[in-house]
C-alpha cells in the first residue's frame, strides 16, 4: 500500500515505486514533468543509481500518459548517460525539442592516477614526496556519507604525496582516466501536440515556454544599449523569397537560452570575453521577494556589463549545498541535491500559472520546494524512507528562508 503524504499549497508525495504513483493519475493531468532521476552511473555505489529506471521506455510511457498534450518534461542526467535517457523518453513517443545545459566550474575530479594503477598493479611501492591533510566533505560518517568533524564525522586524516616509481608508471606519469564534470545536460522534450499550438493552448492550456518569466536580465544601461538597436533591421535569407522586417527590441531582458552557468563558469567566460571588471558580489540567479511570476532578478553587481556571461542565466553550484537547501535528519543527507533557484526557472519555463507537475523522484524535495515558491501544485514520488524525513522536514520551512 503507498502512502500518500499531503502537504500544503497543492504538493502531494507517494512513499513508494514512482511507477505507481504514475499509473494511478488520471490520464492527461499534468502539465509537465521536472525531474532529477537517477543517473545510472553508479554514484558513490549508490543502489538508487544504478536500477536503469531513466532508461526505460515504459517509464517513460508512465510519464507521458499522465501529461496533456503539449506537455514537457524537463529531466537531468549526466553528460556520458545523456543519450541514453533521451532515446528512452523519445522512445516514449516524445518529440525532443532541445538540450538544456548548466554548466558549473565547481565540478570534482573522479578519475583514477594511471600512473599510480599501474604502480599498484606490479606492486611497487611508491616513493614519498610528501603529505596532506583531507579537509573532509562537510557531511558526518556512518548514516550520511563522507566524513567531517564539523557534522559528527571522523577528524581529517594526513596522506601521503607520492610519485611514481617503476619504468612502466613513469611512462603513464600525467595521465588519467576522466575528465573533471562541468555540466549536466536537461532533455527537454514535449509530448506531440492535439492539433496546431494554438488550439492545443486553447483546449489544453500547454505547449509553449514561458519565454518572458525566464528572460536574462540586463546588468544595467550599458548592457541594454547594446542589445537594443536603434533602427529596425530586415531580415532576408533568400529562403522564403521575401524579406521581413525585425521589430524594435523592447522587451525588459534577454530571450532565454539553453545555456545556464553558475557563477565560476560565468567568471571564466568574462574573463575569456575580455571583461576583469572586479566583481562587488558573485553573480547568482534569485527570486527578489513579490517577484512572483515576474521577471528573473540577478543577485550580483557588475562594474562592467560587457562581460559574455550577460547572456546566460547564472545559478548557483553547490558540490555541498547549504544547509538550508540540504537538510539532514539523524545524520541522513541526500547526495546529489539541486538549487531550488534552478528548479524554480525550470517550473516557471514550462509550467502556467496554477499548474500540475508530476517528480517521480523526489529526492530531498528541491523540485516540489520550486513548485510552492512558483505557485503551481505537484505530484510526486519518493521511495527511499530515509529520504521521506528530509522532505517531511525541508517542507516544514519558511519557503523563502535562506535560499537566495
Avoid at 27 to 39: I, K, M, Q, R, S
Avoid at 260 to 286: F, I, N, Y
Avoid at 362 to 385: I, K, P, W
Amino acid at each position: 500500500m503507498t502512502d500518500i503524504i499531503e502537504f500544503d499549497h497543492g504538493i502531494r508525495l507517494s512513499h513508494g515505486d514512482c511507477r505507481d504513483m504514475l499509473a494511478g493519475l488520471p490520464e492527461g493531468c499534468a502539465d509537465a514533468c521536472v525531474t532529477d532521476p537517477p543517473y545510472e552511473i553508479n554514484f558513490m555505489n549508490r543502489a538508487f543509481d544504478r536500477t536503469g529506471i531513466a532508461f526505460d521506455p515504459e517509464f517513460w510511457r508512465l510519464v507521458y500518459r499522465a501529461l496533456k498534450p503539449g506537455g514537457h518534461v524537463l529531466a537531468f542526467s549526466a553528460s556520458r548517460t545523456y543519450h541514453r535517457m533521451a532515446c528512452a523518453v523519445e522512445d516514449a513517443g516524445f518529440e525532443i525539442r532541445d538540450q538544456i545545459d548548466w554548466i558549473y566550474g565547481s565540478g570534482m575530479p573522479h578519475g583514477s592516477d594511471a600512473a599510480r594503477l599501474v604502480d599498484d598493479r606490479l606492486g611497487v611501492e611508491r616513493r614519498v614526496t610528501g603529505t596532506y591533510t583531507t579537509r573532509g566533505t562537510g557531511y558526518r560518517s556512518g548514516g550520511g556519507f563522507g566524513v567531517s568533524a564539523t557534522n559528527g564525522g571522523d577528524a581529517p586524516r594526513e596522506w601521503d604525496v607520492t610519485e611514481a616509481t617503476s619504468d612502466e608508471a613513469k611512462r603513464w606519469d600525467g595521465w588519467n582516466t576522466a575528465l573533471k564534470p562541468a555540466h549536466e545536460p536537461i532533455v527537454l522534450a514535449r509530448k506531440p501536440l492535439d492539433g496546431c499550438l494554438a488550439d492545443n493552448l486553447k483546449d489544453h492550456g500547454c505547449g509553449a515556454l514561458h519565454v518572458d518569466a525566464c528572460r536574462v536580465p540586463f546588468r544595467g544601461e550599458d548592457d541594454r544599449a547594446k542589445a537594443v538597436p536603434g533602427t529596425v533591421r530586415v531580415r532576408d535569407n533568400k529562403v522564403y523569397n521575401r524579406a521581413r522586417p525585425s521589430p524594435p527590441y523592447d522587451a525588459d531582458a534577454r530571450f532565454p537560452p539553453d545555456v545556464l552557468l553558475d557563477p565560476a563558469a560565468a567568471d571564466v567566460l568574462d574573463a575569456q570575453s575580455g571583461v576583469t571588471a572586479s566583481r562587488k558580489g558573485r553573480p547568482r540567479a534569485s527570486i527578489k521577494p513579490g517577484a512572483g511570476w515576474g521577471m528573473t532578478h540577478t543577485g550580483s553587481e557588475y562594474d562592467d556589463a560587457g562581460g559574455a556571461s550577460r547572456f546566460f542565466p547564472v545559478f548557483r553550484y553547490e558540490a555541498k549545498a547549504p544547509s538550508s537547501e540540504r537538510p539532514q535528519v539523524d545524520g541522513v543527507l541526500h547526495p546529489t541535491v539541486k538549487p531550488v533557484a534552478l528548479m524554480r526557472w525550470l517550473v516557471r519555463l514550462a509550467v502556467p500559472r496554477d499548474g500540475l507537475v508530476v517528480e517521480p523522484f523526489a529526492g530531498s524535495s528541491a523540485t516540489l520546494q520550486a513548485c510552492v515558491m512558483e505557485g503551481v501544485r505537484c505530484e510526486a514520488a519518493e521511495m527511499d524512507a530515509d529520504y521521506i524525513r528530509l522532505i517531511r522536514e525541508r517542507m516544514g520551512r519558511d519557503m523563502q528562508t535562506g535560499l537566495f
